[in-house]
Structure formats: structure tokens, C-alpha cells
């Protein structure tokens, strides 16, 4: 559970525990003062550990309020599962460009199977759910990256959500398109279904009102996200492995196009020896994704995917009369 709710809990305990102390007559000895100082010692002695302590898995919690909860013990499914869906996507596109690497706006996503959380509980007050990382097979040292994907990917939305008109256009401009799309649905999921959600975790929580979640889809109804699919011959000029970038030299243009690669092309072009002896530095077919991030029809990014290549036949008899 993240520390904050965590805390929150304990601070209750202690309220409690500090209540009954106040009823008990002042009696040193009495066996029910003894019982309730030792019991709040131990919410005292819990809550400063908590504090004190940095932990290095993912932990966050969505409580969910509003039209689809109906008392502390029922939220509509098709909502919950819409919600906790696209607030996955969120996580997944946020450790995809971990390390300023970008990521494609469809596809298989670089490490996804990194990036899964797992309904640990459920959190009642509204109606909410304790998303966790499977626990690590061996202690780290350093948090993990689906940590710091979840930490930053909620810092995105608070970002977006503090945000007046022009820091807004600036995060969005700054962002992958599939982040950018990922939280555009997670507020339409929100917007439509009439809901509020908190996101809690170890040490901060973003509340979504109905006012923020209305802000942020007006705000988004200005963004389109285009994709188009396009084919090129090119000359491969290169694939780096290591940061999943490519170069491509087009026919007939003396630019050389720069983008990403996807991770199975990557995996293929490492692996395969032969395949990629067949396309570097000769005439291939380069399969390339455009996705462009358009507000209120001006272009602020533009982002380059190399999904697929293959060899090109060049005409042996081009040329010849």
C-alpha cells in the first residue's frame, strides 16, 4: 500500500486510540489505560517508521467517486475495468520512454511485460482499487523502473491538470504520442462515465474533481493524434541497438530520416545475422509509422516509427537497351 494511505490509516488508529485514552480515568495502573497507551505507542512507533522509510516498488492507489459508485461497496464494471485499462497504458507508455527514449503511438510497447500492475486490494471510503508490482525476486538497492514509470506518468496528469494554457500545449508538445493519447482516454473515461478519481502514492496524491476532469477534456478535444502508414525506398544507413534509433537515406532526397525503431524490429536486427546483412547499407522497403500530435490544427510534434523492413530487387536490367 503506499505509505500516504498508509499513514492515513494509522493517523485514524491513533485518533481513536487517543479518544478512549481521554475517556479512562487518570489511573496510572488501570489495566485499559495500560492497554491503549501500549496500543498507541505502537501507531506511533508505525507511522514514524512509515515516514522514514523510501520504498522501491510500484505501489498507487485509484479510488474512484462520483456516478459510477453507488455507496462504499459497488462502482459499475464496465467503468472500473475502462478506468484501470487506460491508466495502464498510462504506466506502460511511461516506462517505454524511460530514459528519453520515445516510443511508437501503436504496437507492441518497448518492455511492456515490465510494466504490469496487479490489483493487490480493494480500498473502500469510495470505491477504489491497490494496484501493486509483483513483488521483486531479490531485494534491490534502487527502486525499480515500473516505480519510477508510475511516478512519473502521475506526475504527468498533475502536471497537465496544474497547468494553465500554455504549459499545457508545452508538456503535450513534450511528450510521446502515446502518453499524450493514453491520459487523453483515461479523462474521457472519466468525463463520460461522470467520475472523480484520486491517484495515491507513497508521498503525493492528485485529486480529479469534476471541474479538472471537464478541464481536461475541453482541453484535450483541442488535441488530435494522426497516424499514416507509409512505405519508402530507402538505403538503410543503420539500426542502433542500444537506443532503438534508425537512419534512413530516401530516395531521391538528400535528408537523412531519423526516427525509432520498433522492439521487434530491434530484436531481429541484433539476433539475425543474415537479415541484417540483406539491409544495412543496401536499397531496402523501410515500413514507417508518421504520428503526428496536432492542437487546434498546428502541428507541435512529430514522431518517426521504422516498423518493418525488407530487401528491395533493384531491376538488373534498369538502365540497359
Known sequence: ??????????????AFAERQ????????????????????????????????????????????DGLPVIGQDDIRLDFSSDALGTFQKIVTASLATLNDKAVAS??????????????????????????EELTPSQTDLFQT?????????T????????????????????????????????????????????????????DLSVEDVNRLNERFSAVTLREESVT??????GVLPDSHTFELEIDGQNAVLKGFATDDLVEKYVADQSFK?????????????????YRNGNLLREQVTLENLEPRIMNENFGKF
Open 232 to 237: 519508402l525506398d530507402a538505403v538503410l544507413l
Open 106 to 131: 501503436r504496437g507492441k510497447v518497448k518492455g511492456a511485460k515490465h510494466s504490469k500492475l496487479y490489483i493487490r486490494d480493494i480500498i473502500r471510503g469510495s470505491m477504489g482499487f491497490l494496484l
Open 21 to 64: 485514552l481521554e475517556t479512562l480515568p487518570d489511573n496510572p495502573w488501570g489495566t485499559a489505560r495500560l492497554m491503549w497507551e501500549q496500543r498507541l505507542s505502537e501507531i506511533t512507533q508505525k507511522i514514524e517508521k512509515l515516514r522514514g522509510s523510501t520504498p522501491l516498488s510500484a505501489s498507487v492507489a485509484l479510488v474512484f
Open 277 to 293: 546483412d540483406q539491409l544495412l547499407l543496401k536499397p531496402v522497403k523501410a515500413y514507417l509509422l508518421f504520428s503526428r500530435i
Open 155 to 206: 506526475e504527468f496528469i498533475a502536471a497537465l491538470n496544474a497547468a494553465d494554457e500554455a504549459d499545457f500545449v508545452s508538456a503535450i508538445d513534450d511528450a510521446s504520442p502515446r502518453l499524450v493519447g493514453a491520459v487523453q482516454r483515461f479523462a474521457k473515461v472519466l468525463k463520460d462515465a461522470g467520475a472523480t478519481a484520486k491517484i495515491v502514492r507513497d508521498e503525493h496524491r492528485l
Open 1 to 14: 500500500m503506499p505509505n500516504l494511505l498508509a499513514i492515513e490509516a494509522l493517523e485514524a488508529d491513533k
Open 145 to 153: 523502473p515500473l516505480k519510477t514509470a508510475v511516478d512519473q506518468a
